[in-house]
């Protein structure tokens, strides 16, 4: 069966994501409290929407259908993990820094190359990404100019030693 490939507009962008989590306090204490994301609105007693910068909202939380409820079990389908992606390395350094005085531990460290990324659980266990992209100039590529991704390890230390940028 042939089919023709076209691609998708390349200012499509994903806009938002909706989690279902079980406590909405504790999923506003780590998604607000700790990553520092506004709330722009409260949806009753059982969601709530948070956003950077003022848009009406990057994540929504909701207990609709997940109120007290347990996380997915292992082998099971469902989110992998969001990715939140941050505008410098600065920025993602603000990020570790914020998790390390909430005591929020790390699920992994990435140098991909392309990015540079965090990995962690929020409190219903979904995965979150926290990353920055570099930029596109200085991708590594093979010869015939592809994308050369990799996994290495990301040097925290390094990281951490980022300038504080002013907000």
Request: proline content about 7%; charged content about 15%; aromatic content about 8%.
């Amino acid at each position: 069966m042939a089919s023709q490939h076209q691609p998708i507009h390349p200012n499509v962008s994903i806009g938002h994501v909706h989690l279902k989590v079980a406590n909405l306090d504790r999923a506003l204490a780590f998604y607000h409290g700790a990553l520092g994301f506004e709330v722009t609105q409260g949806y009753g007693q059982d969601a709530v929407f948070i956003s950077a910068g003022g848009y009406h909202h990057h994540i929504g939380l909701n207990t609709w259908e997940s109120k007290d409820g347990l996380p997915p079990a292992p082998g099971t389908t469902g989110l992998y993990h969001l990715a939140i992606l941050y505008p410098t390395r600065a920025a993602l350094a603000d990020a570790l820094r914020r998790l390390i005085n909430a005591k929020i531990p790390l699920t992994g460290a990435a140098d991909h190359g392309v990015s540079e990324a965090l990995y962690l659980n929020d409190p219903d266990g979904n995965g979150v990404e926290l990353y920055w992209d570099r930029p596109r100039e200085s991708w590594p590529r093979n010869a015939d100019g592809s994308l050369a991704m990799y996994t290495r390890q990301l040097d925290l230390k390094g990281l951490l030693a980022e300038p504080q940028e002013q907000a």
